[in-house]
Structures are given as C-alpha cells and as structure tokens.
C-alpha cells in the first residue's frame, strides 16, 4: 500500500473517526478478522484508489470503542478533505463516522505525533442490568464506592514503570514506563465513569487499571496497594484484565 498516483504533490491529510467497536476485532488489520482500517481502506479504495497509506493512532482491541479516533492518510488524490469526509460518510459501515478531515504538516503522524490519550471505562453499577448497555459498559450489579476508588487509583497518576498493568506479548518491548497524568472515578447516576490521561499506553493496560480498582472494592486488594504492585513489575500481583465492552478511546492530543 506504499504506492501513490505518480506525478502529484503528495498530501497529509488528519482524519478524525468515531465508531462502535462492537462489531470489529480492533483496528488494526488481521487475517480472518474484520476491523475498522479494513472497513476504513474498502471505503476509501472505492474514493481514491488504492495509492494511499494510513496510519492509525492506536490500536483499540476487539470490541473497544471510539468516541475520537485520528487517522493519518498520505496520498497524491487531490479531493478537497471536506469532499472526502462526505464520501467516506457515504460509503463506511453505519458503526463508523468521520468527524473532521484537514491537512495536515508532511511530518505529521497520527500516533507518533499525539501528546497524550485519554480512555474513559464506563460501568454500569446496578442489580438490574440495562439492555441498551449490553457491549457499552461493564455490568457490576455490587457496590462501588467511587470516591475511595478514586483516592486508590492515585497511585497510578505519575511516571511509573508499568509493566504490572500489561498483558505481555510480541508487541510490548522495551521500556514499559508510562506518564499517567490524570485518573479519575466518577459517578453519574448508576454510571461510574474511570477517567485515564497518559502519555502512552501498554496493551491491556487501562482494562488492568480497572481490573485492580474492582479487586480494591472487593476487599482483595487494600486500597493502598497499588503502588506495591507497580513496583513488582509483574503482572501476577494486579487485577484481572476488565472486559473490552466498557473501554472507549475518547480524546486524543496533540
């Protein structure tokens, strides 16, 4: 996907996309496994052509979903972005929109270029579960004490080695040190909202966050006892891995 359509000035263009991630195994391309950049390329090869490359700001896992995702898309097609967007609106999957689209700087990328991310977790804290949440929010029928959860999850807030809050495969390697610069819990009625800003992200890593936070409300974890486990460095010793259905990337920063 590296060609473009000879003899144009080539442009960079910054997408910005919501989507349902319900449907889709995450973002990136896989092999017998729908995702939102092949949803996202079918619809611009049918626009452009296929001279183009894009590049993703993260990559969501399956059923996580977006409420801002950025696209960085290099091609040499002289469609004007409003244009573009318009088009792209047309011919995506109904779980997919496209914000903005605008140019961009030639160096611009959109994951290496953003600042920071914030995820947003959202559990609905009731005995009866909402039908309409099924695969948007986590269903925790207990108690939550969202204000002792969110003097807990201060420990997590600073530049810490992470590596407790990852689930470990080839795509982690190197340095596993991350600056989280916000976290809070919050409630809205029976939605409890986990709030995470950081520079950057390990795979799993907010869906471990939450995992902890629970085991805390359950009494398998002192409410002090995170910073203990950031400095294990192993991921025994945190909570178990929250489910995708109540994940959404919902700001990005650049």
Same mark, same amino acid.
């Given at each position: 996907?590296?060609? +473009?359509?000879?003899?144009?000035?080539?442009?960079?263009?910054?997408?910005?996309?919501? +989507?349902?991630?319900?449907?889709? &195994?995450?973002?990136?391309?896989?092999?017998?496994?729908?995702?939102?950049?092949?949803?996202?390329?079918?619809?611009?090869?049918?626009?452009?052509?296929?001279?183009?490359?894009?590049?993703?700001?993260?990559?969501?896992?399956?059923?996580? &979903?977006?409420?801002?995702?950025?696209?960085?898309?290099?091609?040499? &097609?002289?469609?004007?972005?409003?244009?573009?967007?318009?088009?792209?609106?047309?011919?995506?999957?109904?779980?997919?929109?496209?914000?903005?689209?605008?140019?961009?700087?030639?160096?611009? &990328?959109?994951?290496?270029?953003?600042?920071?991310?914030?995820?947003?977790?959202?559990?609905?804290?009731?005995?009866?579960?909402?039908?309409?949440?099924?695969?948007?929010?986590?269903?925790?029928?207990?108690?939550?004490?969202?204000?002792?959860?969110?003097?807990?999850?201060?420990? +997590?807030?600073?530049?810490?080695?992470?590596?407790?809050?990852?689930?470990?495969?080839?795509?982690?390697?190197?340095?596993?040190?991350?600056?989280?610069?916000?976290?809070?819990?919050?409630?809205?009625?029976?939605?409890?909202?986990?709030?995470?800003?950081?520079?950057?992200?390990? +795979?799993?890593?907010?869906?471990?966050?939450?995992?902890?936070?629970?085991?805390?409300?359950?009494?398998?974890?002192?409410?002090?006892?995170?910073?203990?486990?950031?400095?294990?460095?192993?991921?025994?010793?945190?909570?178990?891995?929250?489910?995708?259905?109540?994940?959404?990337?919902?700001?990005?920063?650049?």
């Amino acid at each position: 996907m590296q060609h +473009y359509d000879g003899g144009s000035r080539l442009r960079n263009l910054l997408l910005t996309i919501t +989507y349902d991630g319900k449907a889709f &195994h995450g973002w990136q391309i896989q092999q017998n496994a729908f995702t939102v950049q092949e949803a996202f390329q079918n619809a611009l090869s049918k626009i452009i052509g296929n001279g183009f490359e894009i590049k993703g700001c993260s990559r969501t896992d399956s059923g996580v &979903h977006a409420n801002m995702y950025c696209i960085s898309l290099k091609t040499t &097609h002289s469609i004007p972005p409003q244009r573009l967007k318009a088009a792209l609106n047309r011919w995506l999957p109904l779980s997919v929109a496209v914000l903005d689209c605008k140019d961009a700087e030639e160096s611009f &990328h959109a994951r290496y270029s953003c600042k920071s991310k914030e995820y947003v977790y959202k559990i609905w804290n009731s005995e009866v579960r909402n039908p309409f949440l099924d695969g948007y929010a986590l269903h925790y029928r207990y108690k939550l004490d969202e204000n002792m959860l969110n003097e807990a999850a201060q420990a +997590y807030v600073g530049s810490h080695d992470f590596t407790s809050f990852c689930t470990q495969d080839n795509r982690e390697k190197g340095d596993f040190t991350r600056n989280v610069k916000a976290f809070s819990v919050t409630r809205e009625g029976n939605m409890v909202l986990m709030r995470v800003e950081a520079d950057g992200f390990l +795979y799993n890593m907010v869906r471990i966050m939450v995992g902890t936070l629970l085991r805390i409300q359950q009494g398998k974890i002192p409410p002090d006892g995170i910073s203990s486990i950031i400095e294990k460095k192993d991921r025994q010793f945190a909570g178990p891995t929250a489910p995708a259905c109540g994940l959404y990337l919902n700001q990005v920063n650049y």
